[in-house]
């Protein structure tokens, strides 16, 4: 869990902190069976292959879910994630497996965001910011947009 | 062309879909994400919270009671739509996730029962690289036992034509 942010301590580009995740086919598997999407084209490269697709994909859906868990971590049990959005622009593909538990040498997604607005409407404390997730190259495959409401001091 | 049983479809909403939220779907849920954030899972510190009990991860409605879910989206698809696009030619296995928006209300709690209304709000059929793909937004409302909207999600997802192969990276 992180630390406490008021809506007072941010500001228009302050940056959220970031979130590291490293996808593993073991990791995908258990996200189709904890999310009900039992697409095999996320845990079959043969099917993947077959489709065009040429290897196995990391769900849209788990991505998004990263980034949400950015901003939940980010804005801390106080606050509270009132709007998301993403877009899935390209996709990713999984580490394999080294050992039963170990993922293989490979890429790491860092999911990133940052503040485009603060106001206030009534007596709720708003920050607008955009979101993105960037592959082991840097570059951005998924990105949206966010708004959470944050405790205040003067509240 | 858009088919024409699919045009019909357009402005549509199916049947409710009552989704159970479990303490330990919730949990496998946040494990999944690799998300060790006690409010998923620790029944103890959640009671301390200002949750006062386990919430979902926003995202996480829980799991249809009635059917086991078939779609590849995490989307609660109509019924209707699901066969339309199978008679139209766009099968379930050349389907891909575009985007998604939530609006959060209110935490889902475990032990919630949550009521889904999908509509069809629009199908639009465009050509890509030669191939015929339809863009698909459903929006669904979740409802929980009191009757209180907890969220509404909109989800913008492809279907290609059969005997294509998927175009990798179609942006919507």
């Known amino acids: 869990m992180s630390e406490k942010h008021y809506w007072e301590e941010v500001e228009i580009g302050t940056e959220i902190k970031p979130l590291v995740k490293v996808a593993t086919t073991q990791m995908l598997v258990k996200w189709a069976g904890a999310s009900g999407d039992f697409n095999p084209l996320h845990f079959d490269s043969i099917y993947a292959e077959s489709i065009g697709v040429g290897k196995i994909i990391i769900h849209g859906a788990l991505k998004r879910q990263w980034l949400i868990q950015l901003l939940t971590d980010w804005v801390g049990e106080q606050g509270i994630l009132r709007k998301f959005s993403c877009q899935y622009g390209a996709m990713d593909y999984p580490r394999h497996m080294k050992t039963i538990t170990k993922p293989d040498e490979g890429e790491t997604w860092i999911c990133k965001g940052q503040v485009t607005k603060k106001y206030v409407e009534g007596d709720q404390h708003f920050i607008d910011c955009k979101i993105w997730l960037e592959n082991g190259k840097g570059e951005t495959t998924t990105h949206g947009r966010a708004t959470v409401i944050l405790p205040a001091k003067s509240a | ?172």
């Open chain 2, 1 to 172: 062309m858009l088919p024409e049983e699919l045009k019909k479809l357009i402005g549509m909403t199916g049947d409710v879909t009552v989704y159970e939220v479990e303490k330990g779907a919730i949990s496998r849920f946040a494990d999944a994400v690799d998300d060790a954030n006690p409010v998923f899972h620790d029944t103890e510190y959640a009671r301390n919270s200002r949750f006062g009990s386990i919430v979902a991860p926003p995202g996480f409605f829980g799991w249809p009671q009635q059917q086991t879910r078939n779609s590849p989206l995490n989307v609660d698809i109509p019924t209707e739509l699901m066969s339309a696009f199978e008679h139209a030619g766009y099968p379930l296995s050349f389907a891909l996730d575009g985007a998604v928006k939530f609006e959060f209300f209110e935490p889902v709690h475990a032990g919630d029962i949550l009521n889904a209304r999908t509509t069809v709000r629009s199908l639009r059929e465009r050509t890509s690289n030669g191939r015929s793909i339809i863009v698909c937004i459903l929006e669904t409302t979740y409802h929980n036992q009191s009757g209180t909207l907890v969220a509404t999600q909109q989800s913008t997802f492809v279907r290609g034509s059969s005997g294509i192969q998927q175009e990798g990276s179609d942006n919507v």
